[in-house]
């Protein structure tokens, strides 16, 4: 299939700029892909379409001020620095701006106090600082590292809100945003209705948002992301898929999470902790093997995660459901509304 395929017109006002002041107070467009039927709904509405046995699945990665900025040494110009990933004691892979401009061996300093870095690898782009321990410094020097659709700088606030309540394993660059609309009272509620809630953690990194540039769908390659799941989640899985019960995913991360290792989840040994790292790039056609309904946020155009929601709504459900919420002024992206896919 072809990328442009994929494309849409979007307001650019839909876009949401802020978070609700109440996370479940957001709304929920409804697919029925038995019948292509849609509902309006708000999202503290999602527990009515859970069933006692059901199977509700939450990344709980905890998402890292990896967002920094400094200034040249020698010149003074800004740079901007997103971590990625940690790669030795005091090296991390990063996305750098403006790369380019720097010079081998030429220092950046992120504050007054004391803190360098210098790029070692250009091809790679790795990172190092002059000093360890940068993971735990990151509330002193770290910023919330918001998409660049967010035409503003992060707040403190920021640091609570694109948080999931549940998050607990630091290590994204990015929020899994399907999973921003569940508070406390919500899980508590979908709970009591004899609803079983299971965990993931896949750090989101880079290749969840980096662009597709080819034409051609199928040559596009993700980067490689860490997951892992619990021997606990892989149990209450089986159990619920014996007993023909449903497995919700929430968001675009736990999806490739649980889809990645479905041939663990789904044998016959006994549960066990899974591990590692996936580049699994979901597209038109795949065949979903562990997740049966997905509540995820609206997603760019032509990015991965349109794709991801296109192979398992299918691409004209998806234009259909994407027309409807255009058309009733939802709010788009990572602090906008949601969709929930049965």
């Known amino acids: 299939m072809k990328l442009c395929e994929f494309d849409y017109d979007l307001p650019k006002d839909l876009i949401a700029q802020f978070p609700l002041e109440k996370r479940d107070a957001s709304r929920l467009l409804v697919l029925d892909r038995t019948n292509q039927n849609i509902f309006h709904r708000n999202f503290y509405d999602v527990a009515d379409y859970f069933s006692k046995g059901d199977t509700l699945v939450l990344n709980n990665t905890k998402v890292i001020l990896a967002r920094l900025f400094g200034n040249r040494k020698e010149t003074g110009g800004k740079v901007e620095v997103l971590l990625q990933e940690k790669v030795g004691k005091k090296q991390f892979r990063a996305l750098i701006k403006p790369l380019a401009r720097l010079k081998p061996g030429e220092e950046v300093a992120i504050n007054n106090n004391g803190i360098n870095f210098k790029v070692v690898d250009f091809k790679k782009r790795i990172i190092e600082f002059n000093k360890q321990g940068i993971l735990n410094r990151l509330n002193a ?9 967010i035409k503003r700088s992060d707040s403190l606030s920021d ?48 290749g969840t948002f980096a662009s597709i540039k080819e034409d051609d769908i199928s040559r596009h390659k993700m980067e490689e992301e860490y997951f892992q799941i619990p021997k606990e989640t892989v149990s209450l899985i089986k159990d619920t898929k014996r007993k023909s019960k449903k497995v919700f995913a929430v968001g675009t991360t736990t999806t490739r999470a649980l889809e990645s290792s479905q041939d663990k989840i789904l044998s016959r040994a006994a549960p066990k902790d899974t591990q590692g790292r996936t580049d699994l ?62």
């Open 141 to 149: 020097i770290g910023h919330v590292p918001l998409p660049q659709y």
């Open 159 to 206: 640091r609570k809100t694109y948080q999931t309540v549940y998050a607990k394993k630091q290590g994204s660059i990015a929020a899994p945003t399907a999973g921003l609309h569940f508070t406390r009272d919500l899980l508590r509620k979908i709970r009591k209705k004899g609803v079983n809630i299971a965990f993931v953690t896949l750090h989101v990194g880079y």
């Open 281 to 342: 790039f979901i597209h038109p056609p795949f065949k979903f093997n562990v997740v049966d309904s997905l509540i995820t946020n609206f997603h760019l155009p032509k990015s991965t995660l349109y794709l991801l929601v296109s192979a398992f709504a299918g691409l004209d459900n998806i234009k259909k459901v994407y027309q409807e919420a255009i058309e009733n002024r939802y709010r788009f992206f990572s602090y906008g509304d949601a969709t929930l896919i049965l």
